[in-house]
Every structure is written in structure tokens, then in C-alpha cells.
């Protein structure tokens, strides 16, 4: 049985976390300049209120201010001193003394971006109880410098508040834009990604169910294309599957009927020999067509039972010389050429591949053999190097291969080119080339011939 993905351990579980880290991530560096501007902010309100404060001392009658008006002014502001410089001219207005020495100067006009954001996190790790220096000009004077002594206490409280509301506001956003970004990729995505999974799943462990086959959607976008291919995909393994149920048991019944077949076919053919013993002519005349018939009905039997039982024994690889190989295969082909048919070796000497001599000498008769019973005369070999591959060219001149035997090259019981042959020469000599890294293809065919082309690696 299929078993579906759990959210947990699935992508949409993923991709929920991720969204939300990277959100958080995007809301950290937005925070980073968004507190030195708040800080910047602040700072620039005290030196605007300690301006506030100066004019007041300075417009006073004689400039004469009361201590407890003084205090009260400087309460007010939330500052020990407060020095004015209006035109280069220094003068003292207001003023107590601190609690502590100043241990932080801070000169705005003079700081950049990266100091803001440095001092703003200095402040919000050390800035508690800590006595500062501010360095400002007046945002309502630019004639104006003013100079105040603070603590900056109050400053790290208001900017732990700021940084709280922008916690609870990324907190919020990303919660949001993850739940949007989720929702939106699972319809798009992770629904048909689990779909394709369980199809999957359910196609393995019962390929020949109806309903293992996905049912692909209407979309017509990437998902849609690839359910389509899933589908037409998983219908080609089907068939596929049921092919080669259908050949092993082909194999097994020909292995249980073979031995009682051959001997009905032995005894079919001692009759048929008695036949040319008889004094009728006709029956001397039908004997050879009622032999050669049985003899092709034996050879069926036998390469179909081959075939069947083909497991792809392990090739044992040695250097082998093409030239020589292709003369070991005109030996074996002496009884499937008529007398004027023609082996032309044209293969060069010295040409070695690492293969498995056996093996590739059967590539060659198959093909040659396919040939010289299509009426070949002439059948030519030919070999050179590619970069780093031997191709290999067999050549004949019986006339070019029929539609049918081209539409179905190389398929078992189908691909043949002759009337009452199966196919299965071109089959098993692909399947060999294969198996050495190689390629076997048909290379052209026409009213001059055919030729096939094998293409082998050098090592």
C-alpha cells in the first residue's frame, strides 16, 4: 500500500518553516537601520527641546533664572547641562552636576550610517545608567550647536519598547506571508508533488490497477505537462510489464513443450524422408518443401526457447581485433550464404576494442546472416575511430529493409524482414552492443542497401 507523506516530515512542513525564517530574517535587517533611525529620531528631539530650553533661559529679563526654575527646566528636558553656541560664540545656560563622569560623546552631525546603527546597539547593550555628551545642531537653528549632558537610561527604555513592537509586528508579517506563501505553493506545488508520489507509490506495488495510472489535472502549465508524462509514462511500463509476463511465460511453456515438440518434428521428418522413397513423383517433389518447412519450425522453436532464456551472461572482456573478429564470423556464416555471396573484410588490421569476443563475433553474424537471407550478394565490413570510439559499418546490397521491418527494428517476433523470420537476431545483437557500452543503429537503407552502424568505446 501507499502511504502518504506526514506534514511533519513533508515539504509542506518545510516550506512553512523556512518561509517563516526567511521573513525573519528580512525583518532583522530591516530593524538594524530602523533602530538607529529611531535613535537618530530621539536624539534629535533632545537637542530640539535643549534649544527650547536655552532660548527660554536666554530670553529671560537679564538672563536671570531662578535655581528651582532652572531645575525644573532641566527636568523637564531630562538633562544635567545644556550648552548653547549661537554663531561661534560659546555660553554656558543651563547646568548640575551629573551623577556620574560622561563616558559617551555622541556627535550626530559628524555620524554616519554605520556609526547610527553601531551606537544604537552599543546603547542598547551598555546604555543603561550611562551618562552621555550629546553633539547636535539645533533642527530649528542651523546657526545653533548644542551641547547636552543626559542620561541615557531613558533612551535604551524607549528603544526596547521600539524594538518590541517591531518583534510583535515580524512576528505578525511573518505569520502571514508564511501562511499566503504556504497555502499558495501547497495549490501549486505540493498538492501535485503528493499526487505524483502516491501515484508512484501505488503504480509500484500494483502496476497492472487501472487506478495506479494518475489521472492528470487540466492544468496547462509545467505541473499539467508533467502529469501528462507521468501518465503516458506509467501506461508505456504497463504494457511494458505485461510484455514480458506474456514472454516468460512464453519461456516457461516452451521449455515444458520443446523436448515432446522436437520429437513430434523428429518423427515428422523421418516420415517425410520415407516420402522420397516412393515411386510417385509427386509425393518425391512435396518431400524437400514438407523437410525444409519442418527444419524452419525446429529453428523457431530453438531461437524463440534462446531467446527466451537470454539472463545477459557476464561479458569477459579482452582486446580483440576487429579484423580477425570479422574473419571467425565469414567462417561461421559459410552455410547461410548461397556460393556467390560475397564477405569483404575491410576492417584494418590492428584495430582492437575491449570486448567480449564471443559475444561481438554474434553481433556480427546476426547481422550478416540477416543480410545474406535477405539476398545479399555482397556484405561489407568497415571500421575507424571516432575521437574515442570504434564505429563500426555493416554494409550489403539486398535492396533496402521494408516500412514494416523499419517501424519495428530491433522488437522481438516483430522487427523481422523476411516472411515466416522473428526478429530476434537484431534484438539479442543490440542487447550485446549495449551491454559493452556501445550502440547499434540502423545508419540508413534504401533501393543500394542497407547499412547498420556499432558504435563501441576504444577501452
Same mark, same amino acid.
Given at each position: ?6 506534514? @511533519? ?27 538607529? /533611525?529611531? =535613535? ?18 536666554? !530670553? ?10 532652572? $531645575? ?17 560664540? @560659546?555660553?554656558?545656560?543651563?547646568? *548640575?552636576? @551629573?551623577?556620574? %563622569? ?27 545608567? $550611562? ?10 537653528? %542651523? ?47 505540493? $498538492? %501535485?508533488?503528493?499526487?505524483?508520489? !502516491?501515484?508512484?507509490? /501505488?503504480?509500484? !506495488?500494483?502496476? !497492472? ?18 502529469? *501528462? ?8 511500463? *504497463? ?6 509476463? $506474456? ?26 524422408? /520415407? ?20 527444419? =524452419? ?5 530453438? +531461437? ?32 547461410? +550464404? ?10 584494418? *588490421? ?67 524482414? =523476411? ?41
Amino acid at each position: 500500500m501507499a502511504h502518504r507523506l506526514r506534514l @511533519p516530515r513533508g515539504l509542506s512542513a518545510r516550506l512553512l518553516l523556512l518561509t517563516i525564517l526567511f521573513v525573519m530574517v528580512a525583518e532583522v535587517l530591516i530593524y538594524t537601520p530602523s533602530i538607529a /533611525r529611531f =535613535r537618530q529620531a530621539w536624539l534629535t528631539e533632545k537637542a530640539a527641546a535643549a534649544h527650547l530650553a536655552a532660548l527660554a533661559t536666554v !530670553d529671560a529679563p537679564e538672563h536671570m533664572v531662578t535655581e528651582d526654575l532652572e $531645575r525644573e527646566i532641566l527636568d523637564h528636558i531630562d538633562a544635567y547641562r545644556v550648552f548653547m553656541t549661537r554663531s561661534e560664540q @560659546p555660553m554656558y545656560v543651563l547646568g *548640575r552636576l @551629573p551623577p556620574a %563622569p560622561v563616558s559617551d560623546t555622541i556627535d550626530l552631525d559628524a555620524q554616519g550610517t554605520f556609526d547610527l546603527i553601531y551606537g544604537a546597539f552599543d546603547a542598547l547593550a551598555n546604555g543603561s545608567g $550611562r551618562v552621555a555628551l550629546l553633539i547636535a545642531q539645533s533642527p530649528r537653528d %542651523p546657526e545653533v550647536q548644542i551641547e547636552v549632558i543626559f542620561d541615557e537610561t531613558p533612551l535604551v527604555a524607549d528603544m526596547w519598547r521600539y524594538s518590541g513592537r517591531i518583534l510583535m509586528l515580524s512576528v505578525i508579517i511573518a505569520l502571514i506571508t508564511a501562511s499566503l506563501v504556504f497555502f499558495t505553493v501547497r495549490w501549486l506545488a505540493i $498538492r %501535485p508533488l503528493s499526487r505524483f508520489a !502516491d501515484s508512484v507509490l /501505488r503504480f509500484r !506495488d500494483t502496476p !497492472d490497477r487501472d487506478d495506479a495510472v494518475i489521472v492528470p489535472s487540466a492544468r496547462t502549465d509545467e505541473v499539467g505537462y508533467a502529469e *501528462r508524462a507521468l501518465r503516458d509514462m506509467q501506461i508505456a511500463v *504497463r504494457s511494458a510489464l505485461r510484455q514480458q509476463a $506474456r514472454l516468460a511465460a512464453l519461456g516457461t511453456a516452451m521449455t515444458r513443450i520443446n523436448h515432446d515438440l522436437r520429437n513430434m518434428l523428429a518423427s515428422a521428418s523421418l516420415v517425410s524422408e /520415407r516420402l522420397t522413397e516412393l515411386d510417385d513423383p509427386e509425393a518425391r517433389k512435396a518431400a524437400p518443401r514438407i523437410l525444409n518447412a519442418i527444419d =524452419r519450425a525446429v529453428e523457431l522453436c530453438a +531461437r524463440t526457447l534462446a531467446f527466451a532464456r537470454e539472463e545477459g551472461a557476464p561479458l569477459v572482456t579482452v582486446p580483440v581485433d576487429l579484423h580477425d573478429l570479422a574473419a571467425d564470423a565469414e567462417r561461421d556464416l559459410v552455410g547461410a +550464404r548461397s556460393p556467390n555471396a560475397r564477405w569483404v573484410n575491410e576492417v584494418p *588490421r590492428g584495430l582492437t576494442v575491449a570486448a567480449d569476443r564471443s559475444q561481438l563475433a554474434r553481433v556480427l553474424v546476426n547481422l550478416g546472416s540477416n543480410a545474406f537471407q535477405a539476398g545479399a550478394e555482397r556484405v561489407g565490413l568497415r571500421a575507424e575511430v571516432e575521437e574515442d570510439r570504434v564505429v563500426v559499418e555493416v554494409s550489403d546490397d539486398a535492396g533496402g529493409l521494408p516500412p514494416r521491418a523499419r517501424a519495428h527494428l530491433f522488437q522481438p517476433f516483430a522487427g523481422s524482414a =523476411r516472411p515466416g523470420g522473428t526478429g530476434l537476431g537484431l534484438a539479442i545483437a543490440r542487447e550485446i552492443v549495449a551491454a559493452h557500452g556501445g550502440t547499434l543503429m540502423l545508419a540508413r537503407t534504401g533501393a543500394d542497401g542497407t547499412v547498420f552502424r556499432i558504435s563501441l568505446p576504444r577501452s
